[in-house]
């Protein structure tokens, strides 16, 4: 019954925006404070000054879980290491690379590159599965929640069943010795949920880098919980965790 639900869940998600349409449930609180509204203005409001927000009458402050902490996550790991060289990302969360290029230069590669200009950042196309870099040439990367992607042809890029071991391979390729790689996936029970992203088991991410050391594991839970220092038997308990690797070459 669960796996069914998930199945429609998915499904409804990709041709409706599920947080907006619940949020219709406040149409009536929406109505009763525009009438508030006017009432404290002294002021009648016009129908073209309407601009409905209904998702957001909530007690707590919403966020991804998964995103929310490996950004913090990296930028923790960074601060703490101090790449005295460039930073190089391969295709992560575009707003926590603008955050991180404020205190530490960053080369942003992305297979859809981004168009923007900001100082410490340089943003350039690229394939996670060919990159352009020589091997043994970087100290500092980070590819977030992208590896998972690869292969599947979400963003464009050309189907490959193989595609998340490839991108792990050139990771691995491009890192110095005695360089840092910082890499996050989902992890869990072990699947592919098309075209989305796969899930790993977490000793899949090892494995597949074994010429590197792991440093260090944190995990977010499926209830949202971070903890930094887990372990693999946690990580494979999740059905959509986010594992948090710190590898060294």
């Not at 409001?45 to 909530?58: A, K």
């Not at 101090?82 to 960053?106: K, Q």
């Not at 599965?129 to 590896?147: K, R």
């Not at 029970?189 to 796969?198: D, L």
Request: with cysteine.
């Amino acid at each position: 019954m669960a796996t069914l639900k998930r199945f429609f869940v998915r499904w409804i998600g990709a041709f409706m925006d599920a947080p907006r349409l619940l949020g219709l449930v406040y149409l009536p609180r929406y109505i009763a404070n525009w009438r508030s509204y006017q009432r404290s203005s002294g002021a009648r409001l016009r129908l073209g000054q309407s601009y409905p927000c209904l998702s957001d009458f909530v007690t707590t402050t919403p966020f991804d879980p998964h995103y929310f902490y490996q950004s913090a996550w990296l930028a923790r790991e960074l601060q703490g290491r101090r790449p005295t060289a460039r930073h190089v990302d391969i295709g992560s969360d575009v707003r926590m690379i603008g955050v991180l290029s404020a205190f530490v230069p960053v080369d942003f590669v992305d297979y859809r590159p981004l168009k923007v200009s900001l100082n410490g950042l340089v943003c350039a196309a690229g394939d996670i599965t060919s990159l352009e870099f020589a091997s043994d040439s970087l100290g500092s990367v980070s590819s977030l929640h992208v590896v998972e992607h690869i292969g599947l042809g979400r963003y464009g890029d050309p189907i490959d069943a193989n595609g998340s071991e490839r991108a792990l391979a050139e990771l691995a390729r491009v890192v110095k010795p005695g360089g840092h790689l910082f890499l996050s996936v989902p992890v869990g029970r072990e699947t592919v949920c098309f075209n989305a992203h796969r899930v790993f088991d977490p000793t899949t991410i090892t494995n597949a880098l074994a010429p590197l050391e792991l440093c260090g594991f944190s995990l977010v839970t499926d209830d949202g919980q971070y903890v930094e220092t887990a372990t693999m038997d946690a990580a494979r308990q999740q059905m959509y965790g986010c594992g948090m690797f710190v590898f060294r070459k």
